[in-house]
């Protein structure tokens, strides 16, 4: 009987080859250079705030911090980008409504009340019932009425800002106290920014429904092969309308944040071009634009490293203007890089590298 001998993968080879690869390399080319031009770019510093709290500071202290809507925002956009092989260009446009919604809620009719209309928790779950509505129009317009994911979302990323004015009449309610600020600031006692804690408590929630559902393998069947998923059972109407609800919820908790920040809600400019950054989060965490397979962690470090490279710019005094050139070179060269004819070449190289050695050996 001859004996089948199993090759096995050491840890870096897998790496090598896994998803994560991508953004770790970005990562790690980002903090090289910051390396090189700044050391003191990692430093990181325990100080108190106007209120006499203990929070830390520093350039990753304000990355973790200001990079954790995005990166709440990559995990529904990546189970979007799977399941219906598009994106939802609309995230910015309801993260306004969803706030105003909230806003409503908790400052009354009021624009600047002395206090708080109803508790912050019933505001929160109202901003997630809209957020999941907004999530439901478009899952509908995608998987029922078959429209293209950008251009059904198209309709919400348009009226979105203007529907948000509306709620509160035009006006920019201010939420009085100092309790609401916490979630976009710093709990007293704890020197960690809130947003980071709500991203990581964001971050077990989906490991845990990924580990203990169905929802990562029925997503990727989808994608794939709807037909198929179909011929086995599933139902890839009901798939994609709940990764669009999904996304609904990660915006709303984005939402708390982002008003959290300023107490308030500017409609125009509350996050603006967010939904930009969180699908160049899904294509820089390596998953196919087109849907299928995905991996949602590679896109949270992706947001992160999207992050990093804003905060880096602003370190070395770049114009926030000419922020979009940066990430644009960063688009080109994941295309340039994921094309088929670039692959086959590499693979092609890595053969004529392993061939030398084995021929040593």
Same mark, same amino acid.
């Given at each position: 009987?001859?004996?089948?001998?199993?090759?096995?993968?050491? @840890?870096?080879?897998?790496?090598?080859?896994?998803? !994560?690869?991508?953004?770790?390399?970005?990562?790690?080319?980002?903090?090289?250079?910051?390396?090189?031009?700044?050391?003191?770019?990692?430093?990181?510093?325990?100080?108190?705030?106007?209120?006499?709290?203990?929070?830390?500071?520093?350039?990753?202290? =304000?990355?973790?911090?200001?990079?954790?809507?995005?990166?709440?925002?990559?995990?529904?956009?990546?189970?979007?980008?799977?399941?219906?092989?598009?994106?939802?260009?609309?995230?910015?446009?309801?993260?306004?409504?969803?706030?105003?919604?909230?806003?409503?809620?908790? $400052?009354?009719?009021?624009?600047?009340?002395?206090?708080?209309?109803? @508790?912050?928790?019933?505001?929160?779950?109202?901003?997630?019932?809209?957020?999941?509505?907004?999530?439901?129009?478009?899952?509908?317009?995608?998987?029922?009425?078959?429209?293209?994911?950008?251009?059904?979302?198209?309709?919400?990323?348009?009226?979105?800002?203007?529907?948000?004015?509306?709620?509160?009449?035009?006006?920019?309610?201010?939420? @009085?106290? =100092?309790?609401?600020? +916490?979630?976009?600031?710093?709990?007293?006692?704890?020197?960690?920014?809130?947003?980071?804690?709500?991203?990581?408590?964001?971050?077990?929630?989906?490991?845990?429904?990924?580990?203990?559902?169905?929802?990562?393998?029925?997503?990727?069947?989808?994608?794939?092969?709807?037909?198929?998923?179909?011929?086995?059972?599933?139902?890839?109407?009901?798939? &994609?309308?709940?990764?669009?609800?999904?996304?609904?919820?990660?915006?709303?908790?984005?939402?708390?944040?982002? $008003?959290?920040?300023? =107490?308030?809600?500017? +409609?125009?400019?509350?996050?603006?071009?967010?939904?930009?950054?969180?699908?160049?989060?899904?294509?820089?965490?390596?998953?196919?634009?087109?849907?299928?397979?995905?991996?949602?962690?590679?896109?949270?470090?992706?947001?992160?490293?999207?992050?990093?490279?804003?905060?880096?710019?602003?370190?070395?005094?770049? =114009?926030?203007?000419?922020? @979009?050139?940066?990430?644009?070179?960063?688009?080109?060269?994941?295309?340039?890089?994921?094309?088929?004819?670039?692959?086959?070449? !590499?693979?092609?190289?890595?053969?004529?590298?392993? &061939?030398?050695?084995?021929?040593?050996?």
């Amino acid at each position: 009987m001859e004996k089948t001998t199993v090759k096995k993968q050491n @840890p870096f080879s897998r790496l090598l080859h896994s998803q !994560m690869m991508i953004p770790l390399v970005a990562l790690l080319l980002l903090l090289g250079f910051n390396l090189l031009m700044d050391p003191a770019f990692f430093k990181i510093t325990l100080g108190t705030n106007s209120a006499g709290n203990p929070v830390l500071s520093g350039n990753l202290i =304000s990355a973790l911090n200001n990079g954790s809507e995005l990166a709440i925002l990559a995990i529904g956009m990546t189970l979007v980008t799977a399941a219906s092989g598009g994106q939802d260009i609309s995230v910015g446009a309801t993260i306004a409504i969803s706030g105003s919604a909230m806003l409503r809620i908790l $400052c009354g009719t009021e624009s600047s009340p002395s206090t708080l209309a109803a @508790p912050i928790i019933l505001g929160f779950l109202v901003a997630v019932l809209v957020g999941m509505l907004c999530g439901l129009f478009n899952g509908i317009l995608v998987a029922t009425f078959k429209i293209q994911p950008m251009i059904a979302t198209l309709i919400l990323y348009t009226a979105g800002r203007s529907i948000a004015a509306w709620i509160n009449n035009n006006q920019l309610p201010i939420v @009085p106290g =100092s309790t609401f600020t +916490y979630f976009g600031g710093f709990i007293p006692g704890i020197p960690i920014p809130t947003p980071f804690l709500i991203a990581v408590l964001c971050f077990i929630i989906t490991a845990l429904v990924l580990k203990f559902t169905n929802l990562g393998l029925y997503t990727q069947a989808v994608g794939i092969n709807e037909n198929a998923a179909k011929l086995n059972g599933l139902k890839p109407v009901f798939i &994609k309308i709940l990764s669009f609800v999904i996304l609904g919820v990660c915006v709303a908790v984005a939402a708390l944040i982002k $008003c959290s920040r300023t =107490s308030t809600i500017n +409609y125009s400019v509350v996050a603006q071009n967010i939904e930009m950054d969180a699908i160049l989060a899904v294509a820089l965490g390596g998953n196919s634009l087109g849907g299928g397979k995905f991996n949602i962690w590679a896109s949270v470090v992706a947001a992160y490293v999207i992050q990093l490279l804003t905060t880096t710019l602003y370190k070395f005094k770049v =114009s926030s203007d000419a922020l @979009p050139a940066y990430k644009a070179v960063v688009v080109i060269l994941l295309i340039v890089f994921s094309a088929p004819v670039v692959k086959e070449k !590499m693979a092609e190289i890595g053969k004529k590298v392993r &061939k030398p050695a084995k021929e040593v050996g």
